[in-house]
């Protein structure tokens, strides 16, 4: 399974990378946005804080910090990928590290996550993200989903 779930994260980690270079050096966007959808905008965010600009700072340490603390987990979460049982729970560790590890070296090249992707309606907009946010949302959600039914398996 370590295989399986290290191949997930450099793929994630290579989509995170190429998405932003497309944003960044490709399209150019800096201040700019384009409208994709009547809801969807690409927009560059420079986040300083973590998941969905929560605990923003503008400290000069803070991205060595929030990537030390990143990295460690990530340590942790190979140790659990090295013990992973089936490819669901492979498959979520992989998500999760590919995307922790895109944002990191958003963080140690930017001093920010560069964030691109701006949901809105009606005036009303959800935090912007990026793919890697996305790997690790659906990465927990397929670690949630497999501890709950490989439980309710086991239970029966």
């Known amino acids: 399974m370590l295989r399986w779930g290290a191949g997930i994260a450099f793929a994630v980690f290579a989509c995170d990378r190429l998405t932003k270079w497309l944003v960044l050096?490709?399209?150019?966007?800096?201040?700019?946005?384009?409208?994709?959808?009547?809801?969807?905008?690409?927009?560059?965010?420079?986040?300083?804080?973590?998941?969905?600009?929560?605990?923003?700072?503008?400290?000069?340490?803070?991205?060595?910090?929030?990537?030390?603390?990143?990295?460690?987990?990530?340590?942790?979460?190979?140790?659990?990928?090295?013990?992973?049982?089936?490819?669901v729970m492979a498959s979520g560790l992989g998500l999760v590290i590919g995307g922790a590890l895109g944002n990191t070296f958003d963080?140690?090249?930017?001093?920010?996550?560069?964030?691109?992707?701006?949901?809105?309606?009606?005036?009303?907009?959800?935090?912007a993200f990026n793919v890697a946010d996305s790997a690790i949302v659906a990465g927990v959600t397929a670690l949630l989903y497999d501890g709950f039914f490989r439980a309710r398996r086991d239970e029966a």
């Open 25 to 87: 050096d490709v399209w150019g966007l800096g201040d700019a946005h384009y409208a994709v959808t009547p809801f969807l905008d690409v927009r560059v965010v420079w986040n300083t804080g973590v998941s969905f600009g929560m605990l923003q700072s503008q400290s000069s340490l803070a991205p060595l910090l929030l990537s030390g603390l990143a990295l460690a987990i990530v340590v942790a979460l190979i140790v659990w990928l090295r013990r992973a049982e089936n490819r």
């Open 107 to 127: 963080r140690l090249t930017f001093g920010a996550v560069l964030d691109f992707l701006d949901f809105h309606v009606a005036g009303y907009h959800w935090p």
